[in-house]
């Protein structure tokens, strides 16, 4: 059932939404996901072996098609189609960026969590193996991210989730045990469906530094920053290389001084066809030493956070 959302009289506007999400004229929708907690009145978190700060990177590996616009460096030909120099740029991401991260991963023992479009396990299919090979974290992020869900019916988004989910688990060997939309879309209606498909937690709330329970039955939010990201911050904003490295750096020491009394998470949210440039892969390298140099960091994956918290809370 798609019902798992506490069903108050606010939240009936729900079934008056268009098709695009906006609200009718008549009925204002009220956030029933989750509960207003502040960091201050929670119980300390406790990360294994007594870490400070659990570390996980979240991969974005997608496959993006060829005659819809979609994340674009030139703005001026986005809606042409075919785009070369758009598509290009993104594509430039599997066939040469995620290879030079593969290679800084490994160095560092970083072990991604991949937010994976289920299109690319039939068009990127060594970019699977390589993961297998490594034991990385598959999360479902959507079917390609060239189609958001946002607005989508019930019984057609049901029958999606189901499609990427089931096509990655085929894939690599692995059922997701996580979520990301494009683009960091949902419905109404998404948390609920993808508790119905067995998974246990979401990244696309990033309000927090801690790991929180929605009022959705056995489903998190796990943190995910938007803003240390590197579309954010390189196509977004226009940072060079050292203030990437910089503002990684300053997120990690204001999360780790935060983290001696209660366990904090950082993310670091990467695209290979940003990141994996040559002239800024230098340093991603730099900042994963500095932040795998320091004590009491677990460095570890959104899955292994997911479950960890989950057990705790259970306990507590």
Same mark, same amino acid.
């Given at each position: ?29 009220? %956030? ?12 300390? &978190?406790? !990360? ?7 570390? +996980? ?14 994340? @674009? ?10 785009? *070369?120099?758009?598509?290009?740029? $993104? ?28 299109? &690319? ?16 974290? !598959? ?5 390609? %991210? ?15 989730l189901r499609d990427v ?10 059922? *997701?045990?996580? !979520?990301?939309? *494009? ?7 998404t948390p609920a469906l ?11 709330? @990033? %309000? ?6 929605? %009022?959705?039955?056995?489903?998190? @939010? ?16 226009? &940072? ?21 009394? @209660? ?14 440039? *040559?002239?800024?892969?230098? +340093? ?12 009491? &960091? !677990? ?11 989950? $057990?705790?809370?259970? $306990?507590?």
């Amino acid at each position: 059932m798609v019902g798992a959302l506490p069903q108050h009289p606010e939240n009936t506007a729900i079934a008056g939404k268009t098709r695009r999400g906006q609200p009718d004229q008549e009925a204002a929708v009220h %956030n029933q996901l989750f509960d207003y907690s502040p960091i201050v009145d929670r119980a300390p &978190v406790r !990360w294994p072996g007594g870490a400070r700060l659990a570390f +996980y990177v979240g991969l974005n590996v997608e496959h993006y098609e060829i005659d819809r616009p979609s994340t @674009s460096i030139f703005a001026g030909t986005r809606d042409l189609a075919p785009d *070369p120099l758009n598509y290009g740029w $993104r594509d430039y991401g599997p066939r040469v960026g995620i290879w030079r991260l593969v290679d800084i991963f490994d160095r560092h023992g970083i072990r991604p969590s991949v937010l994976l479009n289920s299109d &690319v396990t039939e068009h990127n299919p060594q970019i699977i193996d390589a993961g297998k090979q490594r034991d990385w974290a !598959w999360l479902a992020h959507g079917k390609n %991210n060239s189609i958001l869900q946002a607005g989508m019916p019930v019984d057609e988004e049901r029958a999606y989730l189901r499609d990427v989910v089931d096509t990655i688990e085929a894939a690599t060997g692995t059922r *997701p045990r996580g !979520w990301m939309g *494009p683009g960091l879309t949902e419905t109404f209606h998404t948390p609920a469906l993808l508790a119905e498909l067995g998974l246990r937690y979401v990244l696309d709330w @990033s %309000n927090d530094d801690q790991p929180y329970r929605l %009022n959705v039955p056995g489903l998190l @939010s796990v943190p995910y920053q938007t803003e240390l990201n590197d579309v954010t911050m390189f196509v977004g904003t226009g &940072v060079s290389g050292p203030d990437f490295l910089q503002a990684v750096k300053d997120q990690f020491d204001q999360l780790y001084a935060e983290s001696a009394d @209660s366990g904090r998470v950082m993310s670091l949210a990467l695209h290979p066809f940003v990141i994996g440039q *040559p002239f800024r892969a230098k +340093y991603l390298d730099q900042a994963l030493e500095y932040i795998t140099g320091h004590e009491g &960091v !677990w460095l570890t994956t959104s899955d292994e956070i997911a479950e960890h918290h989950a $057990r705790s809370a259970d $306990r507590g």
